[in-house]
T-cell receptor, first 114, second 112 residues
Framework: NAGVTQTPKFRVLKTGQSMTLLCAQD?????MYWYRQDPGMGLRLIHY???????AKGEVPDGYNVSRLKKQNFLLGLESAAPSQTSVYFC?????????????FGPGTRLTVL | DAKTTQPPSMDCAEGRAANLPCNHS???????VYWYRQIHSQGPQYIIH???NNETNEMASLIITEDRKSSTLILPHATLRDTAVYYC?????????????FGDGTTLTVKP
């Protein structure tokens, strides 16, 4: 049981490049989330999903797109990366019943945009 | 969902109890108080949650005031490994977790 995994762990992009971050969970969770965390700050929710085939905007969705084609995977895309998107990205998943009781996080992806 | 206020930082001596406060004066009757922590560079980890009664588990205790406008997370015997950012979150049970936020939390430093 691997829990929540994220790929890649580190990435450096040039401004304007695109990339996709992959999050996978093996706990059969319905909900999945993408957060970003800038240095010295708390986590901010980018997008989330309440089930396969659904997505919704969080607190800071601009510049990102997401897809949840399979229940176990949640993809975060940056179509044209900007230096302001330099951050650590965390994925999380949880059960439906009490999501804050059961939110499990991945190890994070450290992204630098030059 | 109700907002929370936490002190930005606190220190605690190793072996002593760490008491982390959280104010949530606008909490609604159906909202729970949840605590998470984030050890350096790792993803946040769930600690404990409660509605109005005090709660205890193997990690910590949660004390909620009678009017529910504030709470305190207690780490009874803090160790160096408890150095982390602690987040207090208020959210209603069985509602979409996408509606609540972590905030900036309290950085707890446990000193030898």
């Amino acid at each position: 049981n691997a829990g929540v995994t994220q790929t890649p762990k580190f990435r450096v992009l040039k401004t304007g490049q695109s990339m996709t971050l992959l999050c996978a969970q093996d706990m059969n969770h319905e909900y999945m989330y993408w957060y970003r965390q800038d240095p010295g700050m708390g986590l901010r929710l980018i997008h989330y999903s309440v089930g396969e085939g659904t997505t919704a905007k969080g607190e800071v969705p601009d510049g990102y797109n997401v897809s949840r084609l399979k229940k176990q995977n949640f993809l975060l895309g940056l179509e044209s990366a900007a230096p302001s998107q330099t951050s650590v990205y965390f994925c999380a998943s949880s059960y439906v019943g009490d999501p804050w009781d059961t939110q499990y996080f991945g190890p994070g992806t450290r992204l630098t945009v030059l | 969902d109700a907002k929370t206020t936490q002190p930005p930082s606190m220190d605690c001596a190793e072996g002593r109890a760490a008491n982390l406060p959280c104010n949530h004066s606008t909490i609604s009757g159906n909202e729970y108080v949840y605590w998470y922590r984030q050890i350096h560079s790792q993803g946040p980890q769930y600690i404990i949650h409660g509605l109005k009664n005090n709660e205890t588990n193997e990690m910590a205790s949660l004390i909620i005031t009678e009017d529910r406008k504030s709470s305190t997370l207690i780490l009874p015997h803090a160790t160096l490994r408890d150095t982390a950012v602690y987040y207090c979150i208020v959210a209603a049970y069985n509602t979409n977790a996408g509606k609540s936020t972590f905030g900036d939390g309290t950085t707890l430093t446990v000193k030898p």
